[in-house]
């Protein structure tokens, strides 16, 4: 059964640095691609960016480039999203998803339960 | 603003059909196939459709999906009161070399 398990929901204050993960298991971590996804509160699902864990290319939505670090470690199949100066507006639910393709079919069919992270001074 | 675009809200009564639109462009549903999420309040979403119109094992075939050019539908059959939930529509999109989502449609049974 393919499972992603993300870790637990963090608080920090603005300027602080944070480092979430995504524990993928049931498949072989490197055929699949892992994305980032955030969903600020009462809002929709914006994609952030998506990482090759075979070598750790990684391709950010540029809504989001130079503002977190996607980075994957195959030996524990698991993918990090890390930021190093937070701000309030950082505040969101943050889902990992696994990226399959066939063809011209993509589809994004395991997420991860979410991690909410809460910025506040 | 989303790069697809969704209808806000949609509502039916029980039993009745409704569908939920989503339009986008040809870097994206014109290129490569649709996929529809369900997500229930507090939930991750949950893959309903893929490659336009399959279902993933366990979702009711009262779900189904359409596409056509740069436009996509998910059309609910004998529609339930459990069918409440927010619905969104993704793609590839090539010009991003990324996903894209609708805005989301918030189903509400009357």
């Known amino acids: 059964e393919v499972q992603l398990v993300q870790s637990g929901a963090e608080v920090r204050r603005p300027g602080e640095s944070l480092k979430i993960s995504c524990e993928a298991s049931g498949y072989t971590f490197i055929n699949n691609w892992i994305g980032w996804v955030r969903q600020m509160p009462g809002k929709g699902l914006e994609w952030m960016g998506i990482i090759n864990p075979f070598d750790s290319t990684t391709v950010y939505s540029p809504s989001f480039k130079g503002q977190v670090t996607i980075s994957a470690d195959k030996s524990i199949t698991t993918a990090y999203l890390q930021w190093s100066t937070l701000k309030a507006s950082d505040t969101a639910i943050y889902y990992c998803?696994?990226?399959?393709?066939?063809?011209?079919?993509?589809?994004?069919?395991?997420w991860g339960q979410g991690t909410l992270v809460t910025v506040s001074s | 603003q989303s790069v697809l675009t969704q209808p806000p809200s949609a509502s039916g009564t029980p039993g009745q059909r409704v569908t939920i639109s989503c339009s986008g462009s040809s870097s994206n549903i014109g290129s490569y196939s649709i996929n529809w999420y369900r997500q229930l309040p507090g939930t991750a979403p949950k893959l309903l459709i893929y490659?336009?119109?399959q279902r993933p094992s366990g979702v009711p075939d009262r779900f189904s999906g359409s596409k056509s050019g740069t436009s996509a539908s998910l059309a609910i059959s004998g529609l339930q009161s459990e069918d409440e939930s927010d619905y969104y529509c993704?793609?590839?999109?090539?010009?991003?070399?990324?996903?894209?989502f609708g805005g989301g449609t918030k189903l509400t049974v009357l």
């Open positions: 998803t696994r990226h399959s393709r066939d063809g011209s079919s993509r589809s994004l069919g395991y």
């Open positions: 490659s336009n119109d």
């Open positions: 993704a793609a590839w999109d090539d010009s991003l070399y990324g996903w894209v």
